[in-house]
């Protein structure tokens, strides 16, 4: 008799098993997407250099496993991280980054001076493939306000770098508060399937495909040091450090 109901527990303990296991991976597959799309649709309201910063905070309160504030930043971070364990996908993140403009003492905790947001993809070679989209105050000169050939003090610039073999690696955007609602609309355009792809995505136009059409194209300079699909430096450089290193 006991010696049934050992058997009749196994069976069901493996029973459990079966079915169970799947829905557990599922589920930690699909939450960072899925928390991803929640914080993109209560972005919409966060507008720089006319949001409080406060209202950042709120959000980052809100998904307390993705995000983190220090000083005047508030950094969400989402990750494949069970697909990439499993080899069933590169490395991909989609990371959202906010400074503070002002003092944290200020009305509302100061001024959304920032608001910059990334999907990147790092295949086990270590090419990187990327979207960073920079929205700031203005769109001005130099390096870490533009790309090459943006136009000062535009509303909105789109480019896409394309490798020696034609495929388009990185894709940047930059906005300023006077971007129209469809601009931004189509910057903030991400693909987040991405995060739950089997096989990953391969271009930066798979990451943020709204941008396509209109978008500038762009070769990589040589003395530039960017080559998309090139190995980053030891351990690869992060979504939050790409756009850490644009400010």
């Not at 406060?54 to 991280?81: H, R, W």
């Amino acid at each position: 008799m006991l010696l049934q109901w050992h058997r009749r527990l196994l069976r069901e303990l493996g029973f459990v098993l079966i079915v169970g296991a799947p829905v557990l991976l599922f589920f930690l597959v699909a939450r960072p997407r899925a928390n991803a799309s929640r914080l993109l649709k209560r972005l919409a309201n966060v507008e720089v250099s006319r949001s409080h910063f406060q209202q950042v905070e709120k959000l980052a309160s809100q998904f307390p496993s993705y995000s983190t504030c220090s000083g005047d930043n508030c950094v969400f971070q989402f990750q494949n991280i069970w697909l990439h364990r499993l080899h069933l996908a590169p490395v991909t993140e989609f990371t959202v980054l906010a400074r503070r403009s002002g003092l944290a003492s200020d009305p509302g905790g100061g001024e959304v001076g920032a608001l910059d947001l990334a999907m990147l993809v790092r295949s086990d070679s270590g090419a990187i493939t990327s979207a960073m989209v920079f929205d700031r105050p203005w769109i001005g000169p130099g390096p870490r306000a533009a790309t090459p050939g943006a136009t000062p003090n535009a509303s909105f610039d789109a480019s896409i770098t394309f490798d020696d073999q034609g495929r388009p690696g990185r894709t940047v955007v930059l906005l300023a508060p006077t971007a129209s609602a469809r601009q931004r609309l189509r910057a903030r355009a991400f693909n987040l399937a991405c995060l739950t792809s089997l096989g990953g995505c391969k271009t930066s136009r798979d990451l943020l495909p709204g941008i396509w059409q209109g978008a500038r194209r762009l070769s990589p300079p040589p003395q530039s040091g960017y080559l998309p699909g090139a190995p980053p430096a030891k351990n690869g450089p992060t979504a939050a450090a790409t756009l850490a290193a644009r400010r």
